[in-house]
């Protein structure tokens, strides 16, 4: 007998048991046995003034009989529509039979729509399948949605239908085959009222009227595509370019705004006809249009012919969105989504499970097309930032996933929805970075080519992309490819190289193991890979040649590099960090890389090392593999570093470990960070010039933030005077860590100013958020966060901005939150709300006093916020964790911080000790 506990959860257990069961049994493939070709759809819009949100529809879908078994049924998808005809004719045009709708079955969990026929159909028949039905549309930016906007100068709120059918959308517009391989052609024509016009895939063919005020706009057929391609915007647009062949389209007051996303689209469409050597206008559709929507749920949406973008991405608003930053952002969003045309459109993947054959070629070429188009970005080395370290920590996790999955695993919504990970984005653009490389760039555009073309419309597996790599690879690379691609698509995860210097430095060895953040989250740490081996030397400093010394296999344990004839000082292991992998160097290397990045010019080390070699320490050291100290020991050599690139790794390495201090070991970092950015701040400054570059701008944000947030390098003061007696409006990229560093100080009062008197929407955010970094904090609280002139989510954010921006005021707001926590209550109409304030706030408590002060609040006020109390309860928790994780693990670092500030900030004389935890002990995982 069990006890009451185990007896519900037994019931529990049974109950998931047949849920799970119920899951399994359900089939949401279609059977294959009849495939479509053809859509003539036709949808009605905007017709009736009583229910405006009604759409209609009429689809006729012409099917060919492919199975070898007997077919008596046809099974399609729907979702959220509803049927009011069904009817099926024959190739000659004759009813096979009337269709009774009482007689559809509809399955709802697999949104599957069958219609039973009482004879079977013909072997290899053509057949018409047809339906009327009635929709809604939507509010939610999936299947066809709403957007709206205010128009400028009238106030009129002017709105649009936009369609988003990815991923399974496209059967919340019409019936359809709803699956990615059951690839067809539609002819659609869209009635609309007058005032408006359509826009779709196709060229516009001609428009009839129907009846008062209403019209029909009819447009080609589409090339043979997937149904999440199809689209159409219903809108009161204006075209930049020619309709007939490239426009941007978007509302006519933004017509002044697009010129430069019309160039891109120009450049960057030009370039991919020269690159794959199959044009655009050759893959089938005559036409390419970009258009804008105030209400986007991507940055773009790749659509065959009609590219979606959300407003932000095509409109440059002069003073506002024509900076760096923003044109950069253009460029890539462009860049990938173009792309697309090829991979995706006329290639498209077989299975959902294989999504990244699609994403990992266009955040690929987002970076390389648009490096090569607009090299002033420097994006090929922003990649290394910005895409690998950034994907590595969510491939170094439990929750990961391989890029390719069994087709059996990725049935259901939620499971194709799984798919849409970052690691199908940026780990596939960082494999795809890989193999080009290690093939030769060459070898690799052949490669693609070739693949392009075999399978253009058609559906591809990744083994039809392999066999194009495997025929173009160098035949003098000794490596199993097979094993090579298996181990970094099917498998999850990479793997750390443990290098160690012998025999003075004339033999390095290197082994492998998979590194993980936890090797207790129950990940798999035996994971093996197949290693491409690039390195430079001091005596042999070339860092361009990318292609494998050799590889180190996966089932070979020591891979040794010999340098009898004259030993190295130093080694750098995977050049330009090209490959998909971290290093991890022992004590005497380590040092002589810190000797090497010291040295004139870094030794010829280039960004993307240096970055990587910062970036991999700061995680070696989350890890345990290595000590705080140590890490802020070697990063001593920073003080000579002007670089973006490395500068943005050290940030990034920076941020868990700076807001982990405690308020006593803030002034000895402050001193450290003086010291380290002694280079860059000599040649970047507070102020900006004409004369900037796109990194120096991107450079300048940073340093002025962290500089500023750590009062260090009397940063407040430089911007204060620069805003007082020398002031011009920043340019939009750097507007607001300027006005969050002058929010500090005097100019606080002005920045409320400029909020005040501000019409743009998103320049009013950026002041608010700016001003809330005040240093007076006291005062906005009182006049602007518990006054009713600003809504929830902006105290919210002036909360968050207040004490993020200050973290030597973390206390004192929090004793002047505590105090009157009803007060804050009432200000945010929630105790929720404030539970969810007061717990992040808290997540900056890194004292045993701090850890008091919340306990005592808790004690104090837990019955008022009833049960979101919970909340606090978890913020104790956290609290307490954090706190034994500073005292354990930054003990070393705060004596060394505090020694280095007694000698006057200059660099220790003891020499660089790494404690990487025992590197034997290490090896003896493997």
């Known amino acids: 007998m069990m006890n009451s506990w185990g007896t519900r959860f037994g019931l529990l257990l049974a109950l998931a048991l047949v849920l799970i069961g119920a899951c399994a049994a359900a089939d949401y493939r279609l059977g294959g046995s009849v495939v479509p070709s053809f859509y003539n759809l036709t949808i009605s819009v905007f017709s009736n003034a009583a229910e405006p949100t009604l759409f209609y529809g009429e689809v006729n879908i012409t099917l060919q009989v492919v199975g070898t078994s007997e077919v008596r049924q046809i099974t399609l ?16 045009g004759v009813q096979v039979q009337p269709i009774d709708i009482s007689q559809l079955i509809y399955e709802e969990a697999t949104q599957q729509l069958t219609v039973p026929l009482s004879q079977a159909l013909n072997f290899h028949g053509k057949y018409t399948l047809g339906f009327k039905y009635t929709g809604r549309i939507r509010t939610d930016m999936v299947g066809l949605f709403s957007a709206s906007y205010v128009e400028q100068g009238t106030g009129k709120t002017k709105w649009l239908g936009v369609t988003q059918m990815q991923r399974l959308n496209a059967r919340l517009v019409f019936p359809c085959f709803d699956e990615p391989a059951l690839k067809a052609q539609f002819q659609l024509q869209i009635v609309r009222p007058s005032g408006y016009e359509a826009i779709s895939n196709t060229k516009l063919l001609y428009t009839a009227q129907q009846g008062t005020d209403r019209y029909v706009d009819h447009f080609e057929s589409t090339p043979t595509m997937s149904t999440y391609l199809l689209a159409f915007i219903i809108a ?36 991919y006809d020269e690159l794959f050597q199959q044009s655009y206008a050759s893959l089938g559709n005559d036409i390419l249009q970009y258009a804008t929507s105030p209400r986007f749920p991507h940055n773009g949406m790749e659509n065959w012919g009609l590219i979606i973008y959300s407003d932000d991405v095509l409109v440059k608003v002069p003073g506002y969105t024509d900076d760096w930053s923003d044109k950069e952002f253009t460029i890539r969003i462009i860049a990938h989504e173009t792309s697309h045309m090829w991979f995706g459109d006329s290639v498209t993947f077989s299975w959902w499970s294989y999504f990244w054959l699609n994403e990992a070629f266009a955040r690929y070429y987002e970076y390389f097309m648009a490096h090569q188009l607009y090299p002033e970005y420097r994006l090929d080395e922003q990649f290394v930032v910005r895409q690998m370290q950034l994907i590595f920590a969510s491939d170094a996790v439990n929750s990961s996933q391989p890029m390719t999955s069994p087709e059996e695993s990725i049935q259901t919504p939620s499971q194709i929805g799984y798919k849409f990970s970052a690691i199908a984005y940026a780990k596939g653009a960082c494999i795809v970075r890989m193999w080009r490389n290690a093939m030769g760039a060459n070898n690799f555009d052949t490669a693609i080519r070739n693949y392009l073309k075999q399978h253009h419309l058609g559906n591809t597996r990744p083994k039809d992309l392999f066999a194009h790599l495997i025929d173009n690879w160098p035949t003098d690379q000794y490596v199993n490819l097979e094993q090579f691609f298996y181990d970094f698509t099917e498998q999850v995860g990479y793997p750390m190289l443990i290098v160690n210097a012998t025999r003075d430095n004339q033999m390095i060895h290197v082994q492998q193991m998979r590194f993980l953040l936890n090797r207790g989250d129950g990940s798999d740490p035996d994971l093996r890979y197949t290693v491409p081996i690039t390195y430079a030397t001091n005596l042999s400093p070339d860092f361009d040649n990318l292609t494998p010394r050799t590889y180190h296999h996966r089932v070979v344990n020591i891979l040794t590099i010999s340098f009898e004839e004259q030993p190295i000082e130093w080694i750098v292991l995977n050049l330009k960090q090209s490959n998909y992998y971290r290093v991890l160097y022992d004590k005497p290397l380590l040092n002589s890389l810190q000797v090497a990045l010291s040295s004139s010019s870094h030794s010829g080390v280039p960004v993307e090392n240096r970055a990587q070699i910062v970036d991999d320490l700061f995680n070696f050291v989350l890890v345990g593999y290595i000590d705080y100290a140590d890490v802020f020991e070697f990063m001593e050599y920073l003080s000579q570093e002007i670089d973006y690139v490395p500068w943005y790794a050290t940030y990034q390495g920076l941020q868990f470990v700076a807001k982990r201090l405690t308020p006593n070991q803030l002034p000895n970092f402050q001193q450290y960070l003086s010291d380290i950015t002694a280079a860059v701040f000599a040649r970047l400054g507070v102020t900006w010039s004409s004369d900037d570059s796109a990194l120096d701008v991107y450079n300048r944000n940073k340093l002025v933030d962290w500089l500023c947030r750590y009062q260090t390098r009397n940063c407040i003061q430089l911007v204060a005077d620069k805003f007082t007696n020398d002031f011009e409006k920043p340019s939009p990229d750097y507007r607001g860590t300027f006005y969050c560093a002058a929010a500090r100080s005097e100019p606080y009062e002005r920045v409320m100013e400029f909020y005040r008197e501000e019409t743009n929407a998103k320049e009013r955010e950026l002041l608010w958020a700016a001003a809330s970094c005040t240093r007076s904090y006291v005062a906005h609280y009182q006049n602007e966060i518990l006054t009713n002139g600003s809504t929830v989510s902006q105290k919210t954010i002036a909360l968050a901005q ?28 929630s105790w929720a709300t404030t539970a969810v304030v007061i717990s992040d706030l808290a997540d900056y408590f890194t004292s045993r006093e701090q850890l008091q002060l919340l306990q005592d609040f808790y004690d104090g006020n837990h019955l008022l916020f009833g049960q979101s109390a919970s909340e606090l309860s978890k913020a104790l928790e956290t609290v307490e964790q954090n706190v034994q994780w500073t005292e354990m693990r930054l003990d070393r670092l705060a004596n060394y911080l505090s020694k280095r500030k007694d000698n006057g900030g200059q660099r220790s004389a003891q020499v660089l000790v790494m404690l990487v935890l025992a590197l034997p002990m290490l090896l003896a995982w493997l």
């Open 236 to 271: 009161e647009y204006s075209a930049r370019g020619n309709v007939s062949d490239f426009a941007v389209l978007t509302r006519p007051e933004f017509y002044d705004h697009t010129e430069f996303s019309f160039q891109v689209g120009e450049r960057v469409l030009s370039a």
């Open 802 to 829: 207040m004490y993020q921006q200050n973290p030597d005021l973390i206390t004192p707001i929090f004793n002047m939150l505590a105090e009157n926590i009803t007060q804050l209550a009432e200000a945010l109409d």
């Open 77 to 92: 998808h729907k979702d959220a529509i509803d049927i009011e005809e069904c009817w099926l004719y024959n190739e000659s």
